[in-house]
């Protein structure tokens, strides 16, 4: 019992192969899509390297690949759809097609995994902005050791364009010593008594860089003493929210991937779906043709299926193809190997019947 | 003795039509392109019309918008008319419509060159409407509570941020303003009350500029405060330091962005003019050689030319032309009012 059998005239055929070569040059452009998206991502990545610890790498590179490959793997459906229309030129592909059809099933998988892999790196780049924004902040004062000398400017720029300041939140800044010993005049009582009032010897204080401020606030920057309110006029740290900005940066720029790989998991998983229905339509071509060449007619209608059995018979054909193929390897058991029985004053005879492996349509 | 003329034998007029054909898409895209640099410029223009006080710069994108969408339509009806000319029958509709045509296409093609001399001429109009601009948005940056100004302060900051630009000429112009409102100061203070007495308008200034002029690529951090004192700050000079502030002024980096825009857009624009002469040429060519084709034998070969006479004498058979144009108008008004007086008369006597 055939699986989704449609009968096909010699038109039907023709248009369905010219259809599917159209279909798959189209799918040649998605998969150049994936491709960029894939680079796209990339390069959003390695912009703000800095301040990522781990490597997160592998999600746009997995895209970059399924990308390449789907346009070889469609580049090839189209030639082959192309020539199905001729069914001595089909004879050429017939037993290439099988295999590309398993080969392109498994490959569309590997569209969803990129998919889902888009979906589920959350809580790693998490983890990878902590880490890397706890050290950026660190080595922010740093402005004279090689290796650490941009990290100032990459921490301001950032805290500027994404309108967030520190790791979790402003107070981040409080627990960091972020101007450098050259800038500190240690004759000072004031910068001593700070300086010797924590274990480590960091000079803390309540204060956060310029680019924490919030442009939108009505009253120039309180950046200094910011939760001292007789320091200002008119001022209650408690109440105040514009003054700087208050989401931290870990969250912003989580926000910002997220949303980036949202679409891009979109997009993925409507090309998959595309890919899927390509692949249907393949497979319809691939049996109807081959029914045609073993009907001997051209011009005559022919039956195209998903599956020749129901998905049952199919699975469990296929099981014992497999175990076959596993009892091939131990040699004693094997009823196919010739065994001949030793038997005192009679002639060696053959056993059993030569059974063939059956090799699945 | 006529301009320019060549001998147009019926396959050169064919090649004629076809390379014209060509040509006016050629043109007509290149009337998009200046559609869309015009629209650009304006967008940019607006942008940033917060910090201006006039609006005659407009005029430039507004030109090219104008030329853009009137060099579509000429090339469109080039088209059609090239398209028309390998058949007489149909090319005889055009031939009234033809001289209006190129006139009025000369008219708007010229116009390029005039946007092109514009832009030039008007960058002075563009820095002086800056340089009030600014100052009236450095002046009322800190009336965040005064309706229709409360903006100011956040357009002033973006745009330093932006453009990497601090005050009018530099960041020295802060210290001549009173940026910080009166709400946030302290009148108990005796230091506030000192410097609001100080000066004459009563205004709290100081040697300190807004946030907004901090130069993030500096490797201390953002001296804001007394930027004029040495003492208030560690290992600080402010004569020899640099980075610490942005040095450009916004007025400056406003006007170099704008000069660079427009320098980018004119030679465009230049060629986009090459571009529309030469098909108008063609086209010129193509109805002159299309006059001495009969619908009976069109293998004739033709002469074509841009003018029929010289220049001098064309322009002077126009003014007669216009002359007597005016001339009948005023004949026909007066022989008109002849009538009617002449018939109120014979109305009169009977």
Same mark, same amino acid.
């Given at each position: 019992m055939a699986v989704l059998k449609v009968t096909f005239t010699k038109t039907k055929r023709d248009k369905l192969a010219q259809v599917l070569w159209v279909l798959n040059w189209v799918s040649v452009i998605t998969g150049v899509t994936l491709f960029s998206l894939g680079l796209f991502l990339k390069v959003e990545i390695l912009k703000r390297q800095e301040v990522m610890s781990d490597? /997160?790498? !592998?999600? !746009?590179? @997995?895209? /970059?690949?399924?990308?390449?490959?789907?346009?070889? /793997?469609?580049?090839?459906?189209? %030639?082959?759809c192309y020539d199905c229309v001729?069914? $001595? %030129?089909?004879?050429?592909? %017939?037993?290439? @097609?099988? !295999?590309?059809? /398993?080969? $392109?099933f498994f490959f569309t998988f590997c569209i969803l995994v990129g998919a889902l892999m888009c979906c589920f790196m959350h809580h790693e780049l998490e983890r990878s902005l902590y880490q890397g924004l706890h050290n950026a902040m660190r080595y922010y004062k740093d402005t004279d050791i090689p290796g650490r000398c941009y990290l100032k400017r990459t921490v301001d720029m950032l805290q500027l364009e994404f309108q967030c300041c520190g790791n979790g939140g402003y107070r981040d800044w409080f627990h960091i010593q972020w101007i450098s010993n050259r800038y500190l005049d240690m004759s000072k009582s004031e910068v001593v008594d700070r300086l010797r009032s924590n274990i480590q010897g960091k000079y803390l204080m309540d204060s956060v860089p310029f680019s924490c401020c919030n442009t939108f606030s009505p009253r120039p920057c309180i950046q200094h003493q910011v939760t001292n309110n007789s320091a200002h006029h008119n001022y209650d740290y408690q109440t105040e929210e514009l003054n700087l900005w208050q989401k931290g940066c870990r969250q912003a720029l989580l926000e910002y991937y997220t949303n980036i790989m949202q679409s891009i998991a979109i997009i993925v998983i409507t090309i998959w779906l595309f890919e899927l229905f390509v692949l249907t339509g393949v497979r319809y071509l691939q049996t109807a043709m081959e029914n045609v060449v073993q009907l001997g007619d051209p011009d005559s209608e022919s039956d195209g299926w998903i599956l020749e059995n129901s998905l049952s018979e199919t699975a469990r054909y296929n099981f014992n193809v497999i175990k076959n193929l596993g009892k091939c390897c131990h040699v004693g058991d094997d009823p196919n190997i010739d065994v001949p029985s030793i038997d005192p004053g009679q002639n060696i005879q053959e056993t059993g019947p030569s059974r063939q492996i059956p090799l699945p349509k | 003795m006529t301009l320019m003329k060549i001998k147009f034998t019926f396959q050169k007029r064919v090649r004629l039509a076809q390379g014209l054909w060509l040509l006016s898409w050629a043109a007509m895209f290149s009337g998009v392109v200046v559609f869309s640099m015009g629209v650009f410029l304006k967008t940019e223009l607006l942008r940033r019309s917060e910090v201006m006080h006039t609006d005659d710069i407009h005029v430039v994108p507004n030109l090219l918008m104008l030329v853009g969408l009137a060099s579509v339509g000429i090339n469109l009806c080039a088209g059609r008319i090239c398209q028309d000319s390998m058949d007489v029958a149909r090319f005889a509709r055009w031939k009234t419509f033809l001289t209006p045509f190129f006139i009025g296409s000369l008219l708007f093609t010229t116009m390029l060159l005039v946007t092109m001399i514009l832009s030039y001429a008007l960058q002075s109009s563009l820095e002086e409407s800056l340089k009030i601009g600014l100052k009236n948005g450095i002046r009322f940056y800190k009336d965040t509570? &005064?309706?229709? +100004?409360?903006?100011?302060?956040? &357009?002033?900051?973006?745009?330093?941020?932006?453009?990497?630009?601090?005050?009018?000429?530099?960041? +020295?112009?802060?210290?001549? #303003?009173?940026?910080i409102n009166n709400r946030y100061l302290d009148f108990t203070c005796k230091e506030v009350k000192d410097r609001v007495r100080s000066n004459v308008d009563g205004r709290y200034l100081m040697d300190g500029v807004p946030f907004s002029c901090c130069n993030p690529a500096s490797p201390r951090p953002c001296i804001q405060e007394h930027i004029l004192d040495n003492t208030a700050h560690h290992n600080y000079d402010y004569q020899s330091e640099e980075l610490n502030l942005y040095k450009r002024g916004c007025r400056e980096a406003l006007v170099s962005y704008y000069i660079g825009l427009m320098n980018t857009i004119g030679p465009g624009v230049l060629s986009v003019f090459m571009v529309q002469m030469s098909m108008l040429a063609s086209l010129r060519y193509l109805q002159t050689a299309m006059v001495g084709v009969e619908a009976e034998d069109m293998e #004739?070969?033709?002469?074509?030319?841009?003018?029929?006479?010289?220049?001098?004498? &064309?322009?002077?058979?126009?003014?007669?032309?216009?002359?007597?144009?005016?001339?009948?108008?005023?004949?026909? #008004?007066?022989?008109?009012?002849?009538?009617?007086?002449?018939?109120?008369?014979?109305?009169?006597?009977?």
């Amino acid at each position: 019992m055939a699986v989704l059998k449609v009968t096909f005239t010699k038109t039907k055929r023709d248009k369905l192969a010219q259809v599917l070569w159209v279909l798959n040059w189209v799918s040649v452009i998605t998969g150049v899509t994936l491709f960029s998206l894939g680079l796209f991502l990339k390069v959003e990545i390695l912009k703000r390297q800095e301040v990522m610890s781990d490597d /997160i790498h !592998p999600v !746009p590179n @997995m895209l /970059i690949g399924v990308g390449l490959c789907a346009c070889g /793997i469609n580049f090839l459906g189209g %030639k082959i759809c192309y020539d199905c229309v001729d069914t $001595t %030129k089909f004879l050429r592909w %017939k037993l290439i @097609m099988l !295999p590309y059809i /398993i080969c $392109t099933f498994f490959f569309t998988f590997c569209i969803l995994v990129g998919a889902l892999m888009c979906c589920f790196m959350h809580h790693e780049l998490e983890r990878s902005l902590y880490q890397g924004l706890h050290n950026a902040m660190r080595y922010y004062k740093d402005t004279d050791i090689p290796g650490r000398c941009y990290l100032k400017r990459t921490v301001d720029m950032l805290q500027l364009e994404f309108q967030c300041c520190g790791n979790g939140g402003y107070r981040d800044w409080f627990h960091i010593q972020w101007i450098s010993n050259r800038y500190l005049d240690m004759s000072k009582s004031e910068v001593v008594d700070r300086l010797r009032s924590n274990i480590q010897g960091k000079y803390l204080m309540d204060s956060v860089p310029f680019s924490c401020c919030n442009t939108f606030s009505p009253r120039p920057c309180i950046q200094h003493q910011v939760t001292n309110n007789s320091a200002h006029h008119n001022y209650d740290y408690q109440t105040e929210e514009l003054n700087l900005w208050q989401k931290g940066c870990r969250q912003a720029l989580l926000e910002y991937y997220t949303n980036i790989m949202q679409s891009i998991a979109i997009i993925v998983i409507t090309i998959w779906l595309f890919e899927l229905f390509v692949l249907t339509g393949v497979r319809y071509l691939q049996t109807a043709m081959e029914n045609v060449v073993q009907l001997g007619d051209p011009d005559s209608e022919s039956d195209g299926w998903i599956l020749e059995n129901s998905l049952s018979e199919t699975a469990r054909y296929n099981f014992n193809v497999i175990k076959n193929l596993g009892k091939c390897c131990h040699v004693g058991d094997d009823p196919n190997i010739d065994v001949p029985s030793i038997d005192p004053g009679q002639n060696i005879q053959e056993t059993g019947p030569s059974r063939q492996i059956p090799l699945p349509k | 003795m006529t301009l320019m003329k060549i001998k147009f034998t019926f396959q050169k007029r064919v090649r004629l039509a076809q390379g014209l054909w060509l040509l006016s898409w050629a043109a007509m895209f290149s009337g998009v392109v200046v559609f869309s640099m015009g629209v650009f410029l304006k967008t940019e223009l607006l942008r940033r019309s917060e910090v201006m006080h006039t609006d005659d710069i407009h005029v430039v994108p507004n030109l090219l918008m104008l030329v853009g969408l009137a060099s579509v339509g000429i090339n469109l009806c080039a088209g059609r008319i090239c398209q028309d000319s390998m058949d007489v029958a149909r090319f005889a509709r055009w031939k009234t419509f033809l001289t209006p045509f190129f006139i009025g296409s000369l008219l708007f093609t010229t116009m390029l060159l005039v946007t092109m001399i514009l832009s030039y001429a008007l960058q002075s109009s563009l820095e002086e409407s800056l340089k009030i601009g600014l100052k009236n948005g450095i002046r009322f940056y800190k009336d965040t509570d &005064t309706p229709g +100004r409360c903006f100011q302060k956040q &357009t002033i900051d973006h745009l330093q941020m932006e453009l990497q630009c601090c005050g009018n000429n530099n960041f +020295r112009d802060w210290f001549e #303003v009173q940026w910080i409102n009166n709400r946030y100061l302290d009148f108990t203070c005796k230091e506030v009350k000192d410097r609001v007495r100080s000066n004459v308008d009563g205004r709290y200034l100081m040697d300190g500029v807004p946030f907004s002029c901090c130069n993030p690529a500096s490797p201390r951090p953002c001296i804001q405060e007394h930027i004029l004192d040495n003492t208030a700050h560690h290992n600080y000079d402010y004569q020899s330091e640099e980075l610490n502030l942005y040095k450009r002024g916004c007025r400056e980096a406003l006007v170099s962005y704008y000069i660079g825009l427009m320098n980018t857009i004119g030679p465009g624009v230049l060629s986009v003019f090459m571009v529309q002469m030469s098909m108008l040429a063609s086209l010129r060519y193509l109805q002159t050689a299309m006059v001495g084709v009969e619908a009976e034998d069109m293998e #004739v070969e033709t002469e074509g030319y841009i003018l029929e006479k010289g220049l001098k004498e &064309t322009l002077e058979e126009a003014k007669e032309n216009l002359k007597m144009l005016l001339h009948l108008n005023k004949g026909q #008004v007066e022989d008109e009012s002849a009538e009617t007086e002449g018939d109120a008369e014979a109305g009169a006597s009977e």
